[in-house]
T-cell receptor, first 113, second 113 residues
Framework: DAGVIQSPRHEVTEMGQEVTLRCKPI?????LFWYRQTMMRGLELLIY????????DSGMPEDRFSAKMPNASFSTLKIQPSEPRDSAVYFC???????????FGPGTRLTVT | QKEVEQNSGPLSVPEGAIASLNCTYS??????FFWYRQYSGKSPELIMS????GDKEDGRFTAQLNKASQYVSLLIRDSQPSDSATYLC?????????????FGDGTTLTVKP
């Protein structure tokens, strides 16, 4: 199994630009999670989907952030416009319907200058 | 007060010793408890899960749960340098968001040869 796939692995962009992060969950998993990790705030849940439907987006920082899951094999997290304080590692994780273990992707390291 | 609290460390133990990592949580309705290991620059990986009071052993790892005290711990016996990592405690609440985990900030463990 390929595991959770995220792209890009690294992204450097200028303040004000749009950033799109992508995630392909493990085939057959029906829950998908987007996290952000920084030294200051630790690992924070931004949003999670169950069967492609957003269940809890209370962790999304503000309207500049949006996430979609158009089908079971693809999700995006978009930041528009980006700000330096958005610099972090963004992880995507997926979970099978009958399990509790979350499988994390390798993460996208975002730097906004 | 944070929902999940851990000593940030760093915790340093000599090779072969027992490493003890602690975690407290604030919400009494919490039902599921997890320990993730995160190597520097990598993504979190689940190493233990525990759901009922008492001890759960898996190889060199033992998770301990005390719901009355709202306390969960991880013991690593015969610590090895390869155990050096950050250990994240995660808690799931027993409600409709059962699949949502809240993470502590992690404890950094260093095992010295």
């Amino acid at each position: 199994d390929a595991g959770v796939i995220q792209s890009p692995r690294h992204e450097v962009t200028e303040m004000g630009q749009e950033v799109t992060l992508r995630c392909k969950p493990i085939s057959g998993h029906n829950s998908l999670f987007w996290y952000r990790q920084t030294m200051m705030r630790g690992l924070e849940l931004l949003i999670y989907f169950n069967n492609n439907v957003p269940i809890d987006d209370s962790g999304m920082p503000e309207d500049r952030f949006s996430a979609k899951m158009p089908n079971a094999s693809f999700s995006t997290l978009k930041i528009q416009p980006s700000e330096p304080r958005d610099s972090a590692v963004y992880f995507c994780a997926s979970r099978p319907g009958t399990g509790v273990e979350q499988y994390f992707g390798p993460g996208t390291r975002l730097t906004v200058t | 007060q944070k929902e999940v609290e851990q000593n940030s460390g760093p915790l340093s133990v000599p090779e072969g010793a027992i490493a003890s990592l602690n975690c407290t949580y604030s919400d009494r309705v919490s039902q599921s408890f997890f320990w993730y290991r995160q190597y520097s620059g990598k993504s979190p990986e689940l190493i233990m899960s525990i759901y009922s009071n008492g001890d759960k052993e898996d190889g060199r790892f033992t998770a301990q749960l005390n719901k009355a005290s709202q306390y969960v711990s991880l013991l690593i016996r015969d610590s090895q340098p390869s155990d050096s990592a950050t250990y994240l405690c995660a808690v799931n609440k027993g409600n409709t968001n059962a699949g949502k985990s809240t993470f502590g900030d992690g404890t950094t463990l260093t095992v010295k040869p």
